[in-house]
C-alpha cells in the first residue's frame, strides 16, 4: 500500500520536474546581452584598474559600443565558447580606438577576454615595481544567469 | 546523543589513523606549493583560467585558482577517498556485527559515522584552502586582488574574500560525501564506494562541457561549487549561491536518507 502510494506520488513529481527542466531549458543562461553588458563594465572597470596600477589619472573611457558575437553556435548567438567583442571607446587623452576582443566563455557564466592584438602586454604596478599583464587588455569577468533577463533576441 | 559522540570519536580516531586519509592530506599541503613553484618558474600563465593571469601578480590568486581546479576535478575525489568505504569497510571485515551487539544503537553508529565522514572531509578542504592561501602569500605575496568584476581589492579584504570562497564550496563537497556513504551503505563494496561518486563527478563535469540544457547544469554539484564567483565579483551577486544551498542540501538530504534506510534495514546477521 505504502509503495502505491510513494509511486503515486513520485511519478508526477518526476513528470513535473521533466516538464520544468524541459521548458526552462529553452533559455541559455549565455546570452549575448548578458556577455554584452558585463564585456563592456568590466572593461572600463580594467581600464580604470590599469591606470590606478600605472599610478595615472583615473579616467573611464567613454565607450561608444560594444558588439558581440558567439563564434561556434552564429545561428542561436547564445551559449558557452568563443565569442568576439568588438569594443569601441574613445581614451582620455581623445584618441579613438576600436579594439577586437576574444572573449572564451565557460558554461558557468565566467569568461577571459583577450585583446587580440595587445595579449601579452604587460605595464609596471607602481606600488610593487614589477612588470604585471595589463587589466585594460585582457581580463576575467562572470555575469549573474538568475538576473531574469532572458531576452535572446540578437 | 553521547552514543553518538562516542562512536564519532572512535571513527575520527580510525579514519585519522588510516593510511588513505593520511596520504590524501599530505598530498593536499604539498601540491598548491608544488603548483606555484613550478608556475613561477615558466615564463607564460593559464591564462585561459579564472584568476590564471594574476598569478604572479597577487598571492591570493594561488589559492583562488586552486579553487577552481579543485572544483572541477578534486572536490569529488577527496569526498569519496574519505567517506566511500567507511561503511563498506565494517561490512568488508566482517566487524558490523559486533558493532551493533554493543551498547551503542543501529542509529547511533549511522550518525556516528555520518559526522565523522563529514567532519574529514570539511578538514581536506580547510587544510588545501591554508596550504594554497599559504603557498600564495609565502611565494608571490599579499597584493591587492584584481576581481572578476575588475576591481582591486585591497590585500587585508581578500583574506576574507578568498576564506568567504572555500566556506562556500563546503555544502557541495558533503554532497559528494553523502553520496559515497551511500553507495558505501547500498553497495557494501569500499571500491564501488569510491569510484562511484567519482565518476558521478565526471559526468557532472563532463556535462558542463556540453552546450546542453542549462537548467540540468544547474541541478548538478558543480554549478553551487562555482557559486562562490558571484560572491567576488563587483558589484557581488548572490542568486546562485542561494540556488546552490538548496540544490546541495538536496543532495545531502536525499543521499542522507537513502543510506540510513538501507542501513536501518540491513540484515547484519546474515552478513
Known amino acids: 500500500m505504502a509503495h502505491r502510494l510513494c509511486w503515486r506520488a513520485a511519478v508526477p513529481a518526476a513528470l513535473a520536474l521533466g516538464m520544468v527542466t524541459a521548458v526552462s531549458g529553452c533559455t541559455p543562461d549565455v546570452t549575448r546581452e548578458r556577455v554584452q553588458d558585463d564585456v563592456s563594465t568590466t572593461f572600463v572597470h580594467s581600464y580604470k584598474t590599469s591606470q590606478k596600477m600605472q599610478d595615472r589619472p583615473v579616467e573611464a573611457p567613454k565607450l561608444s559600443s560594444t558588439v558581440c558575437h558567439n563564434e561556434l553556435n552564429k545561428v542561436a548567438d547564445a551559449g558557452p565558447g568563443s565569442w568576439s567583442c568588438e569594443i569601441k571607446y574613445t581614451a582620455p587623452d581623445g584618441e579613438h580606438h576600436d ?50 533577463r532572458t531576452n535572446t533576441a540578437k | 546523543m553521547s552514543a553518538v559522540a562516542a562512536v564519532y570519536r572512535v571513527e575520527c580516531r580510525k579514519l585519522i589513523a588510516q593510511n588513505r586519509v593520511r596520504t590524501v592530506l599530505a598530498v593536499l599541503v604539498a601540491a598548491p606549493w608544488i603548483f606555484i613553484v613550478l ?32 572544483t572541477q576535478w578534486v572536490f569529488p575525489l577527496i569526498a569519496s577517498l574519505i567517506s566511500g568505504d567507511i561503511f563498506s569497510s565494517e561490512e568488508t571485515q566482517g566487524t558490523l556485527k559486533t ?18 565522514a563529514f567532519s574529514f572531509t570539511v578538514l581536506a578542504v580547510a587544510v588545501l584552502a591554508v596550504s594554497s592561501l599559504l603557498a600564495g602569500l609565502v611565494s608571490v605575496g599579499g597584493q591587492p586582488v584584481t576581481t572578476v568584476g575588475a576591481t582591486l581589492v585591497p590585500g587585508d579584504h581578500a583574506v576574507g574574500m578568498v576564506a568567504v570562497s572555500w566556506v562556500i564550496v563546503v555544502l557541495p563537497v558533503l554532497g559528494f560525501a553523502a553520496m559515497a556513504v551511500a553507495v558505501s551503505i547500498v553497495t557494501r563494496s569500499s571500491v ?12 557532472m563535469q563532463m556535462y558542463t562541457f556540453l552546450n546542453a540544457w542549462d537548467t540540468v ?22 542568486d546562485p549561491l542561494q ?4 540544490v546541495s542540501l538536496g543532495y545531502i538530504v536525499v543521499a542522507t536518507a537513502l543510506g540510513f534506510v538501507v542501513f536501518r534495514r540491513r540484515n547484519v546477521t546474515a552478513g
Not at chain 1, 108 to 130: P, V
Not at chain 2, 101 to 116: M, Q
Not at chain 2, 192 to 203: A, K, W
Open chain 2, 243 to 246: 540556488h546552490g544551498v538548496l
Open chain 2, 192 to 203: 564501488l564506494g569510491v569510484i562511484i561518486p567519482v565518476v558521478i563527478g565526471l559526468v
Open chain 2, 99 to 116: 558493532i551493533l551487539t554493543r551498547s551503542v544503537g543501529r542509529d547511533s553508529v549511522f550518525w556516528g559515522k555520518l559526522g565523522a
Open chain 2, 39 to 70: 608556475l613561477l618558474h615558466q615564463d607564460r600563465l593559464p591564462l585561459e583560467t579564472l584568476y590564471g593571469r594574476y598569478l604572479t601578480t597577487t598571492g591570493y590568486a594561488t589559492s583562488l585558482v586552486t579553487l577552481v581546479f579543485a
Open chain 1, 99 to 148: 579594439d577586437e576582443f576574444v572573449v572564451l566563455v565557460d558554461s558557468l557564466a565566467c569568461y577571459q577576454a583577450f585583446n587580440g592584438a595587445k595579449r601579452d602586454k604587460e605595464i609596471l604596478d607602481t606600488t610593487t615595481h614589477r612588470k604585471v599583464p595589463d587589466p585594460a587588455v585582457g581580463f576575467d569577468g562572470c555575469f549573474n544567469v538568475y538576473d531574469g
Open chain 2, 217 to 238: 547544469r544547474h541541478l548538478l554539484l558543480n554549478t553551487p561549487m562555482s557559486a562562490w564567483r558571484g560572491v567576488l565579483d563587483r558589484p557581488a551577486y548572490l
